[in-house]
Protein backbone atom coordinates (compact mmCIF):
# COMPACT_ATOMS: atom_id res chain seq x y z
CA UNK A 1 0.00 0.00 0.00
CA UNK A 2 1.38 3.50 -1.17
CA UNK A 3 1.64 6.36 1.89
CA UNK A 4 0.55 9.57 0.28
CA UNK A 5 1.11 11.64 3.35
CA UNK A 6 3.80 14.35 2.64
CA UNK A 7 7.42 14.63 3.76
CA UNK A 8 9.05 17.48 5.55
CA UNK A 9 12.81 18.12 5.54
CA UNK A 10 13.39 19.85 8.83
CA UNK A 11 17.05 20.95 9.48
CA UNK A 12 18.64 21.85 12.89
CA UNK A 13 15.98 19.40 13.99
CA UNK A 14 17.47 18.15 17.39
CA UNK A 15 16.33 20.94 19.80
CA UNK A 16 14.31 24.34 20.32
CA UNK A 17 12.71 25.61 17.48
CA UNK A 18 13.82 22.36 15.25
CA UNK A 19 12.50 19.83 17.45
CA UNK A 20 9.15 22.03 18.24
CA UNK A 21 8.83 21.74 14.20
CA UNK A 22 9.27 18.03 14.01
CA UNK A 23 6.20 17.49 16.23
CA UNK A 24 4.45 20.03 15.19
CA UNK A 25 4.75 18.29 11.20
CA UNK A 26 3.73 15.26 12.82
CA UNK A 27 0.76 16.20 14.29
CA UNK A 28 -0.13 17.88 11.11
CA UNK A 29 0.36 14.62 9.02
CA UNK A 30 3.63 14.81 7.14
CA UNK A 31 6.59 12.20 7.93
CA UNK A 32 9.17 14.01 8.81
CA UNK A 33 13.39 13.51 7.90
CA UNK A 34 15.06 15.69 11.09
CA UNK A 35 18.61 16.48 10.46
CA UNK A 36 21.26 17.86 12.97
CA UNK A 37 24.70 17.77 14.35
CA UNK A 38 24.00 15.95 17.32
CA UNK A 39 20.42 14.40 16.37
CA UNK A 40 19.45 10.50 17.87
CA UNK A 41 17.99 8.07 15.83
CA UNK A 42 13.99 7.91 15.94
CA UNK A 43 12.05 5.00 16.79
CA UNK A 44 8.90 6.58 15.13
CA UNK A 45 8.71 5.19 11.39
CA UNK A 46 7.53 8.34 10.36
CA UNK A 47 10.40 9.98 11.14
CA UNK A 48 14.23 9.97 9.51
CA UNK A 49 16.87 11.14 11.88
CA UNK A 50 20.03 12.11 9.73
CA UNK A 51 23.10 13.44 11.53
CA UNK A 52 25.26 15.73 9.94
CA UNK A 53 26.47 19.25 9.96
CA UNK A 54 24.37 21.30 7.26
CA UNK A 55 27.69 23.34 7.00
CA UNK A 56 29.44 20.33 5.82
CA UNK A 57 28.86 20.18 1.68
CA UNK A 58 28.65 16.47 1.69
CA UNK A 59 25.40 16.67 4.34
CA UNK A 60 23.20 18.46 2.17
CA UNK A 61 22.76 15.47 -0.95
CA UNK A 62 22.77 12.92 2.24
CA UNK A 63 19.84 14.07 3.61
CA UNK A 64 17.89 14.96 0.56
CA UNK A 65 18.98 11.07 -0.77
CA UNK A 66 18.25 9.47 2.44
CA UNK A 67 14.85 11.39 2.32
CA UNK A 68 13.90 10.12 -1.70
CA UNK A 69 15.23 6.83 -0.71
CA UNK A 70 13.21 6.53 2.39
CA UNK A 71 10.27 7.88 1.54
CA UNK A 72 10.07 8.48 -2.26
CA UNK A 73 9.45 12.49 -2.12
CA UNK A 74 10.36 15.59 -0.49
CA UNK A 75 7.75 17.93 -0.38
CA UNK A 76 8.71 20.42 2.04
CA UNK A 77 11.80 21.65 3.73
CA UNK A 78 12.20 23.93 6.58
CA UNK A 79 15.97 25.48 6.81
CA UNK A 80 15.69 25.99 10.56
CA UNK A 81 19.50 25.59 11.56
CA UNK A 82 21.75 28.54 12.73
CA UNK A 83 24.35 30.07 14.26
CA UNK A 84 23.75 33.04 16.03
CA UNK A 85 26.62 35.36 17.58
CA UNK A 86 26.51 38.58 18.92
CA UNK A 87 29.11 40.59 19.15
CA UNK A 88 31.05 43.87 18.39
CA UNK A 89 31.64 43.98 14.35
CA UNK A 90 35.89 44.18 14.87
CA UNK A 91 35.65 41.62 17.86
CA UNK A 92 34.32 39.09 15.26
CA UNK A 93 37.03 36.48 14.45
CA UNK A 94 37.97 34.70 11.07
CA UNK A 95 36.80 31.37 12.80
CA UNK A 96 33.33 32.56 13.63
CA UNK A 97 32.77 34.52 10.65
CA UNK A 98 33.33 30.84 8.22
CA UNK A 99 30.53 29.17 11.13
CA UNK A 100 28.41 31.22 10.31
CA UNK A 101 28.58 31.72 6.78
CA UNK A 102 28.40 27.59 6.45
CA UNK A 103 25.95 26.70 8.44
CA UNK A 104 23.90 29.99 7.63
CA UNK A 105 24.65 30.36 3.93
CA UNK A 106 26.49 27.26 2.58
CA UNK A 107 24.06 25.08 4.94
CA UNK A 108 20.94 27.00 3.01
CA UNK A 109 22.14 26.96 -0.49
CA UNK A 110 23.00 23.32 -1.38
CA UNK A 111 20.45 21.90 0.93
CA UNK A 112 17.71 24.31 -1.02
CA UNK A 113 19.08 23.37 -3.90
CA UNK A 114 19.00 19.38 -3.73
CA UNK A 115 15.39 19.91 -2.46
CA UNK A 116 14.08 21.98 -5.03
CA UNK A 117 15.86 19.70 -7.71
CA UNK A 118 13.58 16.51 -5.68
CA UNK A 119 10.01 19.38 -5.97
CA UNK A 120 10.59 20.00 -9.63
CA UNK A 121 10.22 16.35 -10.43
CA UNK A 122 6.85 16.44 -8.56
CA UNK A 123 5.81 19.86 -9.68
CA UNK A 124 5.36 21.06 -6.36
CA UNK A 125 6.75 21.61 -3.32
CA UNK A 126 7.58 24.30 -0.40
CA UNK A 127 10.72 25.83 1.36
CA UNK A 128 10.55 27.93 4.35
CA UNK A 129 13.24 29.17 6.20
CA UNK A 130 13.99 30.88 9.67
CA UNK A 131 15.62 33.78 9.32
CA UNK A 132 16.05 37.20 12.24
CA UNK A 133 14.06 40.69 12.98
CA UNK A 134 17.45 42.03 12.99
CA UNK A 135 18.00 42.10 9.22
CA UNK A 136 15.37 44.53 8.77
CA UNK A 137 15.20 46.38 12.31
CA UNK A 138 18.40 46.16 13.60
CA UNK A 139 19.82 47.42 16.95
CA UNK A 140 22.75 48.06 18.65
CA UNK A 141 21.60 46.62 21.70
CA UNK A 142 22.41 43.17 20.56
CA UNK A 143 25.71 44.28 17.47
CA UNK A 144 24.91 41.38 15.58
CA UNK A 145 26.17 41.89 11.84
CA UNK A 146 27.04 38.41 11.18
CA UNK A 147 23.38 37.49 11.74
CA UNK A 148 22.12 40.65 9.20
CA UNK A 149 24.49 39.12 6.68
CA UNK A 150 23.83 35.55 6.22
CA UNK A 151 20.31 35.75 7.06
CA UNK A 152 19.75 38.73 5.55
CA UNK A 153 21.05 36.94 2.48
CA UNK A 154 18.50 33.90 2.78
CA UNK A 155 15.71 36.70 3.44
CA UNK A 156 16.77 37.99 -0.28
CA UNK A 157 17.05 34.43 -1.69
CA UNK A 158 13.75 33.09 -0.57
CA UNK A 159 12.00 36.24 -2.50
CA UNK A 160 14.15 35.89 -5.85
CA UNK A 161 13.41 31.89 -5.06
CA UNK A 162 9.83 32.31 -4.85
CA UNK A 163 9.73 34.48 -8.41
CA UNK A 164 11.65 31.96 -10.09
CA UNK A 165 9.75 29.12 -9.30
CA UNK A 166 6.24 30.52 -8.99
CA UNK A 167 4.88 28.96 -12.09
CA UNK A 168 6.23 25.17 -11.44
CA UNK A 169 4.39 24.61 -8.38
CA UNK A 170 7.32 25.55 -5.89
CA UNK A 171 6.66 28.26 -3.02
CA UNK A 172 9.33 29.67 -1.06
CA UNK A 173 8.59 31.59 2.45
CA UNK A 174 10.58 32.68 5.29
CA UNK A 175 9.90 33.30 8.95
CA UNK A 176 11.40 36.25 10.63
CA UNK A 177 11.44 35.91 14.24
CA UNK A 178 12.31 38.41 17.34
CA UNK A 179 14.22 36.92 20.27
CA UNK A 180 12.35 33.75 21.20
CA UNK A 181 12.74 32.16 24.85
CA UNK A 182 14.57 28.58 23.88
CA UNK A 183 17.09 27.65 26.78
CA UNK A 184 20.09 29.27 24.59
CA UNK A 185 19.06 32.27 26.52
CA UNK A 186 19.86 32.11 29.95
CA UNK A 187 16.79 33.32 32.09
CA UNK A 188 18.44 35.98 33.97
CA UNK A 189 18.55 37.83 30.28
CA UNK A 190 14.54 37.15 29.56
CA UNK A 191 13.81 40.95 31.39
CA UNK A 192 16.76 42.66 28.92
CA UNK A 193 15.27 40.63 25.70
CA UNK A 194 11.59 40.64 26.65
CA UNK A 195 12.16 44.96 26.58
CA UNK A 196 13.42 44.97 23.03
CA UNK A 197 9.90 43.92 22.00
CA UNK A 198 7.30 46.52 21.44
CA UNK A 199 4.64 44.07 23.34
CA UNK A 200 7.00 43.71 26.53
CA UNK A 201 7.87 39.89 26.37
CA UNK A 202 10.09 37.34 24.31
CA UNK A 203 8.72 35.00 21.87
CA UNK A 204 7.57 31.33 22.89
CA UNK A 205 8.86 28.38 20.27
CA UNK A 206 5.22 27.97 19.78
CA UNK A 207 4.72 31.20 18.22
CA UNK A 208 7.38 30.14 15.35
CA UNK A 209 5.96 27.09 14.41
CA UNK A 210 2.63 28.47 14.58
CA UNK A 211 3.65 30.44 11.17
CA UNK A 212 5.54 28.11 9.75
CA UNK A 213 2.47 25.39 9.82
CA UNK A 214 -0.02 28.70 8.31
CA UNK A 215 2.59 29.22 5.71
CA UNK A 216 2.47 25.47 4.69
CA UNK A 217 -1.18 25.52 4.25
CA UNK A 218 -1.82 29.20 2.54
CA UNK A 219 -0.83 28.01 -1.62
CA UNK A 220 -1.24 31.27 -2.51
CA UNK A 221 1.40 32.78 -0.18
CA UNK A 222 4.90 32.85 -1.75
CA UNK A 223 7.79 35.00 -1.52
CA UNK A 224 6.34 36.04 2.03
CA UNK A 225 8.77 37.50 5.01
CA UNK A 226 6.46 36.41 8.02
CA UNK A 227 7.91 38.57 10.89
CA UNK A 228 6.45 36.71 14.15
CA UNK A 229 8.34 39.30 16.34
CA UNK A 230 5.90 40.96 18.91
CA UNK A 231 6.36 44.20 16.43
CA UNK A 232 10.12 44.79 16.46
CA UNK A 233 9.82 44.70 12.52
CA UNK A 234 7.12 48.41 13.20
CA UNK A 235 9.74 50.49 15.61
CA UNK A 236 9.87 50.94 18.74
Not at 44 to 51: G, H, T
Not at 146 to 154: D, M
Request: glycine share 10%; proline share 5%.
Amino acid sequence: MSDNRKVAVITGASQGIGAALVEAYLENGFRVVATSRSIKPSSNPDVLAIAGDIGDPATAPRVIEEALARFGQVDTLVNNAGIFIASPFTDYTPEQYNDATATNLDGFFLITQAAIRAMEKQGSGHVVSITTTLVDNPTSKVPSVLASLTKGGIAAATKSLAVEYATRGIRVNAVSPGIIKTPMHAEESHGFLAALHPVGRMGEIADVTDAVIYLEGAPFVTGEILHVDGGQVAGH
